[in-house]
């Protein structure tokens, strides 16, 4: 099995429609391999990169995020362009990037859009916008004639860094007790991934922050893919982030790109035991951020008209109840816990908020997490060394302490 080292150009053949300057990590999958293509001007080589992959196509039915920033910018009207340069028709449908419009009744909007289009089985769906988006398009895509091929291209660095890389899609499932997070999906592996890094100039600031928090959760698993330095680095290159310094966020994005390719190429489907770790260990945070993001009235600044948690901001508080919780545990130190705290406080982001409800209802919203076994939690802890692990072991009083560690009076 070939596996791209962190940072560094994928092995095993190039993407097609190379260009100079791009950064190629390979997702080693067999015959479903493919490449995440990470550049700056990269949407204007969408159309002849399709029709490399896709010779016979006649169509491309393509999901757009419908943010205003985004529709009317150069790298969206470059990647339409070249679509019809390589002679696809094209069909649009538009998506709103939110997490109670991530609905079963959205995607059944876009299976008869797509329907009605009469895309075939061997023609691609393209998505150009964010995780949320490519989440539910995706799933629209594994769903549609039991399975048509996608390309993903994602324009916020949230997406770029995970939701697009690994082949995970979903929509959430509204229940009696709240918004269930990604409970119907499956997993449909794209067949590009194509990250034009010229996209994040249309974000908010807030967007920016929010894509941070995933590469600080993959910094602290870098001691499990030879990245013990990624998080010193990612810190270090904060201000560069945020000025949108071209090489350090094509840094940034190859990097955590290449962990995730790791990750999912050993563990496609999550399927690993406990003690071998395996994909699981990107849901770092993650159990907690689920069952605070959707709470209604909780703001990252105490700003009402900020409420709710974006994805970002909720991981970013996950992982500091979950290196609390396991600083409780014995297994890292205080001081690494404090170390944590402090890194997504110097990322821009939340490190506690008020208005959580108390830890029996926010541990009981923890239980619909799809790693729950026997209705027993699992969470992923971290340790001091860059690393982490699956437990099943997991005291009530220390995920007390995590959940404490994010309430601000």
Not at 198 to 208: A, G, I, M, Q, V
Not at 230 to 253: C, I, M, P, S
Not at 333 to 341: F, G, L, N, T, V
Request: one cysteine or more.
């Amino acid at each position: 099995m070939t596996v791209p080292t962190p940072g560094q150009p994928a092995q095993g053949g190039s993407p097609p429609g190379r260009t100079p300057g791009e950064r190629s990590v390979l997702v080693d999958l067999g015959p479903r391999s493919y490449h995440v293509v990470i550049g700056h001007g990269t949407l204007a080589s969408l159309g002849p990169r399709l029709r490399t992959l896709f010779p016979d196509a006649r169509r491309a039915f393509v999901v757009l995020d419908d943010a205003p920033p985004l529709l009317a910018s150069s790298p969206v009207n470059a990647a339409i362009a070249s679509l019809r340069h390589a002679s696809f028709d094209t069909v649009r449908a538009l998506a709103h990037a939110d997490e109670r419009r991530k609905s079963i009744d959205a995607l059944g909007l876009l299976l008869a859009a797509m329907t009605a289009s009469r895309l075939e089985r061997r023609e691609p769906l393209v998505v150009i916008g964010g995780g949320l988006v490519g989440d539910l398009a995706g799933f629209a895509a594994a769903s549609y004639r039991r399975g048509v091929p996608w390309v993903q291209c994602p324009t916020t660095l949230l997406a770029a860094v995970d939701a697009s890389v690994g082949g995970k899609t979903a929509i959430n499932i509204e229940t009696a007790a709240g918004l269930a997070k990604n409970m119907a999906g499956a997993f449909h592996q794209p067949s590009l991934v194509l990250a034009d890094l010229d996209t994040l100039s249309t974000l908010p600031p807030r967007e920016l922050r929010c894509g941070l928090a995933e590469c600080l959760k993959h910094a602290m698993l870098g001691g499990l893919f030879d990245e013990p330095g990624l998080l010193d680095w990612t810190l270090a290159h904060t201000d560069a982030f945020h000025a949108l310094d071209r090489n350090a966020l094509q840094e940034l994005v190859a990097r955590n790109v290449a962990i995730k390719a790791r990750v999912v190429a050993g563990d496609e489907r999550e399927e690993a035991r406990d003690d071998a770790g395996g994909r699981a260990l990107l849901n770092l945070g993650h159990t907690f951020a689920h069952a605070i993001e959707t709470l209604p009235g909780v703001s990252p600044d105490d700003d009402p008209s900020h409420a709710p948690l974006k994805h970002g901001e909720a991981v970013a508080l996950g992982l500091v109840a979950a290196v609390h919780t396991a600083s409780a545990m014995g297994l890292c130190s205080s001081r690494y816990a404090s170390e944590i705290r402090n890194a997504v406080v110097r990322l821009g982001l939340p490190a506690s908020v008020r208005g959580l409800p108390g830890t029996p209802a926010i541990v009981a919203r923890m239980k619909d997490d799809k790693k729950v076994s026997y209705n027993t939690l699992r969470l992923i802890l971290p340790g001091d060394d860059r690393r982490a692990s699956v437990r099943a072991d997991v005291p009530p009083a220390a995920i007390e302490s995590g959940l404490g560690a994010i309430v601000r009076d």
